[in-house]
Structure formats: structure tokens, C-alpha cells
């Protein structure tokens, strides 16, 4: 197949829209037409929800999962573009785009899957397979100096019960140190941020104390610990912005760096379990 695909030359284009057009609204499809793309929608939804053992980001699922979407959508009228012809050829484009996703991979039943609403498609335009569907087109390899190094994970298995809810007992220390500084502080800053600041660290405070009641700080990837680490991330990330040139306030600096010690923390820092 060669490699740049050839759409018929009578149906290429359409005429040019003249600038005053409304948009197109969309119209009922012949028939055919409409089980047709009911056909291709199901089939791409098949093809999307395969067990596949991507390599990377596994982005052609969803592409095709999109493909499956604009295939239905037309056949229920719902799609804005017109043509029929025109709609075939955006849904090979999302099947083209997942068959060039690297690292991600094609099993034999989502080949099936995609061959089937290939034929279809075909049908539709009136072309080839060939013509609007790769086919035999290499799959390209993912560039590793494109991506980062991934950090090295935390598995929540290696701490026990006691050490994760020493995790958030120790990031709550921290926090609560914070605010007790800021709400000192507050008293003779006459500042709006720092008030700001001052109550939503509070309302942390507050939220974070009700879970260390109940003495079950869940793991490192469910329950108060993450939820815990994500407040955190959003005051952290509102000090900054308040608190981040030359001019800083010490005072907010070191507010914000019991903080960030707290979250360390809080995201498994296996250090403070040996302090």
C-alpha cells in the first residue's frame, strides 16, 4: 500500500461553503447508510474495549473508542457533518490514528473488529479498503528521549497498617504546625492572601483531623492519605503563587515548607519512618 492514502477523485471535495453559510445542521442519512454506520459503531466499540498490553500510553483505545462515537453518533443523525462520504472518512482517520500510536498493540481480535468496519466504511465512500484504511503500514517505535524517566513507584505494600497511619499522623503534625504560624502571623499582616490563605489551611486542618479520628489512614493510593496529599498539593501550589518572587515573605516561606514536608510525607517518604 502506498504510503500516503489515495481518497477517490471525484469525491475528494466537496464545494467550497461560501462565507455567509450558516453551519451545517445535521440531516437524516439514507437508510443504508445509517445501519451501516450503526454497524461501524458497534464494531469499533468492540475493537476499543480489547484486553491489549500497550507497551506505553495505550491512546489507540481511545481513538478508536472516538471513531465508535462519530460512526453512531452519524448514524442517528447526530453527527454535524453531512455527508455521509465525508463522515466515513473522519471515522478511518481516528481507526489511521490508533494503528500509528506507538508502543500500543493490535490483537488478532481487535484486527477482526476493525477489518469488519473497514468493510463497511468502504461501502460507504465507495473506495477500497485499502484506500482509506492503513494497512500495512508500520506501527512507528516510541523515541525513549521523548520520555521522561518515570519515578520509581511506592508500593503500599511495603508498609504495614501502623506505618501508614504514622504517615498521616506525622503530615498532620506538620500541617498543624503551619497553621498555628500563619494564624499567628495573620494577626498583624493586614493581608487579604494571607487571610485567605490562613482559612483554607485551616479547613485542611480541619477535614485532615476528622480522618485521624477514625484511625485508618487507608493506603498510599485509596482513602485519606491521597485525598490528604491532593489539599495539599492545591495550598502548596496557592503559596507559590501568592508567595514566589524576590520580595517573598519568610514568614509564608516557611509556612509553605512545613507543607511541603508535610506532603512528602504524606506521598510515602520512607525516611521519617526511620527518624
Not at 439514507?30 to 450503526?38: G, P, W
Not at 497553621?179 to 485567605?196: D, G, L
Amino acid at each position: 500500500m502506498n504510503a500516503v492514502l489515495e481518497k477517490p477523485p471525484a469525491k475528494a471535495r466537496g464545494r467550497k461553503a461560501a462565507p455567509s453559510a450558516p453551519a451545517p445542521v445535521p440531516v437524516p442519512l439514507a437508510s443504508t447508510d445509517a445501519t451501516l454506520f450503526a454497524e461501524v459503531g458497534d464494531f469499533l466499540a468492540q475493537a476499543s474495549g480489547t484486553d491489549e498490553p500497550h507497551g506505553f500510553s495505550g491512546d489507540s483505545d481511545r481513538l478508536l473508542s472516538i471513531g465508535a462515537m462519530i460512526a453512531l453518533d452519524a448514524a442517528k443523525a447526530k453527527y454535524s457533518n453531512t455527508n455521509a462520504e465525508n463522515t466515513a472518512y473522519d471515522v478511518a482517520a481516528c481507526i489511521n490514528a490508533a494503528r500509528l500510536v506507538p508502543d500500543d498493540t493490535e490483537s488478532v481480535e481487535r484486527t477482526i473488529n476493525i477489518y469488519c468496519a473497514s468493510e463497511r466504511l468502504a461501502a460507504i465512500t465507495g473506495s477500497a479498503i485499502h484506500q482509506i484504511i492503513f494497512t500495512d503500514v508500520p506501527r512507528p517505535a516510541r523515541d525513549p528521549a521523548l520520555t521522561p524517566p518515570a519515578e520509581p513507584a511506592i508500593s503500599h505494600k511495603r508498609f504495614t497498617e501502623d506505618q501508614l497511619n504514622d504517615l498521616y499522623f506525622r503530615a498532620y503534625v506538620h500541617m498543624d504546625c503551619a497553621r498555628m504560624v500563619i494564624f499567628q502571623y495573620a494577626e498583624h499582616a493586614n493581608s487579604e492572601e494571607v487571610f485567605a490563605l490562613r482559612d483554607l489551611l485551616d479547613t485542611y486542618c480541619e477535614a485532615a483531623k476528622t480522618s485521624l479520628d477514625t484511625k485508618d489512614a487507608g493506603t498510599l493510593f485509596s482513602g485519606p492519605l491521597p485525598d490528604l496529599s491532593a489539599d495539599l498539593s492545591k495550598i502548596i501550589h496557592l503559596f507559590h503563587a501568592v508567595n514566589h518572587d524576590e520580595r517573598s515573605d519568610q514568614v509564608l516561606h516557611s509556612v509553605n515548607y512545613l507543607l511541603m514536608s508535610a506532603k512528602r510525607i504524606v506521598d510515602g517518604d520512607l525516611g521519617v519512618l526511620d527518624e
